[in-house]
């Protein structure tokens, strides 16, 4: 959440004259991204009429070798008119450049602002965009893989070892069988596409209950679609306690149903998949939590949060697409 | 460089209904304050046509009885046409309002980006904005004492002791005898107004050559004006090893006196003055330097730097407004 590469006017200037978006006008780094710095940056734009671009220079978390997915896929998906950004391509038509030895690359703004406490009208409306973009996704050229399935997940909890878990939380051992199991599932007879599985609120903009955008794809990958539901069904609809919101709930699903009814192979393993998509959170969070100092000014998440999630599943999961 | 505190969606939505700017069309949290939590907003605008904003969550650094201070000086200095942004007062008319518990204020937002090698030229804009900036804030009916003044310095480098200052480098004990030193000076028969005291290149916005905003005016305080022309000297006119940019400082020092020619009395004091800037760089540089862990993510600015200055300063400071 910060901005990790120093990029002096002269620099953000120089950069934005590869780009037919006219001259800039203001830049502020913005507090948004893990693993990238982002600057909003404002330019005179193609027309003089002033146009607004999100800046992105991708630090050493993402494999370059994926830009070319990433960004495809948000024209891809916006060619088809989903609410996500755009990519500006530079003069040369390239989708990034290099720049201080990281890549950069300019995409479109958005407006809108990421829910705190999603309503059911606003799940709905997730679901129904998630379906969106899963239908045009379908057709997307390039692939990618899961790097966070549900074999990374475990193998993630493995190498934190049952004993250093449980200082965490003594709850949090027995989710290394869970992991197993989430691993064994076979996923192969489901839809596939292109799947963004981080669609937490943070990464929706919204205005009221109308989406304006989908941001931040760096997990995007193919697989499931169900994952993709799953996932976004463990992120939205609970409460900051933890406990399931059943409106919420019901609501994304029938926004995705809206535009994309779900298949009966969907509706038998989807909390099975929500259980593994909580596990999955469960391990990237406990790693975290292990490798970061108490004492450090980074905030953790508790990976308790989705091992309660995952109880729910684990509990009620079967009932919920009855 | 953060945004401390989280505000959801709702949160800013609510804080924003209480000023005549509209409705919330996004908000961004930027990576700009070091005690402020910092968004920049969009509004739909008081006519609809869309406005933009600074929303400044101030953390616990600044002392909440000073904000009337602060931002009563930027409606001061917006109204007689000085760069700096406006302070927007709620609908009961306040500057500022308390939401979470911390102080929030809604400032204008400015074009411009910050430039990171300043030419002789923008050198000279910003000399002469700094001195329109004194001659309108001598009115201003409110005072601040300079919390950052010489004798601070000489007591924060008696803090940190010789001992301690000599593990950060062997050349830094010395400054504490010329921080007392600095302290000794007597400044009461300078010109007196409203100061920024801390107007880096990073506080200022900038289009081309022109000043379109100063900001950051959270060290500002009442005093001598020659210090501020100092500090400001001392940020602008050496290059990244601390060599002095003769041009800069020629140029600055004529767009100052092209609106407020400097007294006999100022010139005579300006190279102690200047070593004093430099010290007070100095002292919470090398304050913040023994605070902050060697393995701390935050970035520590080395006090050593203003040490260079200082010794420029003492040796050639003497010939410079000859």
Known sequence: MAVYTHLGAEDLARLISHYDVGELVSAKGIAEGVSNSNWLVETTGKDGAGARFILTLYERRIDYADLPYFLGLLDHLADKGCPVPRTIHDREGAAFRMEHGKAAALIEFLPGVSPGRPTATQARSIGAVLAQMHLAASDYPLTRANAMDFAASTAILELCGAERLATIDPGLPEMLAHARAAAALDLSGLPQSQTHTDLFPDNVLMRGNAVTGLIDFYFAC??????DLAVTHAAWCFDADNRYRADCG??????????????????ALFADVAK???????????????????????????????????????????????
Chains 1, 2 share one sequence.
Do not use: I, N
């Open 250 to 267: 019901a609501a994304l699903v029938e926004g995705y149903e809206s535009v994309r009814p779900l298949e009966p192979a969907e509706r």
């Open 276 to 322: 593994g998509a909580c596990l999955r959170f469960v391990a990237s969070r406990a790693e975290d939590w292990l490798d970061t100092p108490d004492d450090a000014l980074v905030t953790r998440k508790d990976p308790m949060q989705f091992v309660k999630r995952w109880r729910f599943y684990d509990e009620a999961g079967d009932g919920l697409l009855a």
């Open 222 to 227: 193919t697989g499931p679609t169900l994952l």
